[in-house]
């Protein structure tokens, strides 16, 4: 992704070794917002060997400002057997409290969309918490449109424990 200033002086860019402390904050920031403030196990070594590591499972983009990262895009692949192409899964998208309304969240997706754009991916997905009626505004607002008729399913311990036993 090519590094971007915004009018502002903030920078969107690719997150980089350093950054794991601030993608982790925004993190937790994000957790609190959705109301689950103790949902958060992940470490900033975790971060580090994930987006940084020999083999790397998901990437993220930030805004910095003022030398401080104030928004996140944290993404991985996926793949389509349907297009037979890859997409981007946006795991969380995350700006500031203070600082929203500045055009970063805009900008972050934008910057998924040039890396869809550049690499040929037709798909650029992700969920959105149905209470959370300001983030599904904003995302109709640059023209995404929600899979109504698809609905996620997760499975975690103990049900991944009795379905690995079966």
């Given at each position: 992704?090519?590094?971007?200033?915004?009018?502002?002086?903030?920078?969107?860019?690719?997150?980089?070794?350093?950054?794991?402390?601030?993608?982790?904050?925004?993190?937790?920031?994000?957790?609190?917002?959705?109301?689950?403030?103790?949902?958060?196990?992940?470490?900033?070594?975790?971060?580090?060997?994930?987006?940084?590591?020999?083999q790397p499972h998901a990437f993220a983009h930030v805004i910095e400002r003022n030398h401080l990262i104030v928004g996140i895009a944290v993404?991985?692949?996926?793949?389509?057997?349907?297009?037979?192409?890859?997409?981007?899964?946006?795991?969380?998208?995350?700006?500031?409290?203070?600082?929203?309304?500045?055009?970063?969240?805009?900008?972050?997706?934008?910057?998924?969309?040039?890396?869809?754009?550049?690499?040929?991916?037709?798909?650029?997905?992700?969920?959105?918490?149905?209470?959370?009626?300001?983030?599904?505004?904003?995302?109709?607002?640059?023209?995404?449109?929600?899979?109504?008729?698809?609905?996620?399913?997760?499975?975690?311990?103990?049900?991944?424990?009795?379905?690995?036993?079966?």
């Open positions: 992704m090519q590094q971007r200033t915004l009018p502002d002086g903030a920078i969107v860019r690719d997150a980089r070794p350093g950054d794991e402390d601030g993608i982790l904050e925004c993190i937790r920031l994000l957790a609190e917002y959705e109301r689950e403030p103790d949902a958060v196990q992940n470490t900033a070594e975790e971060i580090a060997a994930t987006l940084f590591g020999p993404w991985f692949l996926t793949y389509s057997t349907w297009t037979g192409k890859n997409g981007i899964w946006l795991e969380d998208l995350y700006v500031d409290d203070a600082l929203r309304g500045r055009g970063y969240g805009t900008a972050l997706l934008a910057s998924l969309a040039q890396v869809c754009r550049e690499r040929g991916y037709p798909r650029l997905e992700w969920t959105v918490l149905d209470w959370n009626e300001p983030s599904i505004a904003f995302y109709r607002s640059i023209g995404a449109t929600p899979m109504e008729e698809w609905t996620t399913q997760r499975m975690t311990s103990p049900a991944l424990e009795i379905l690995a036993a079966r």
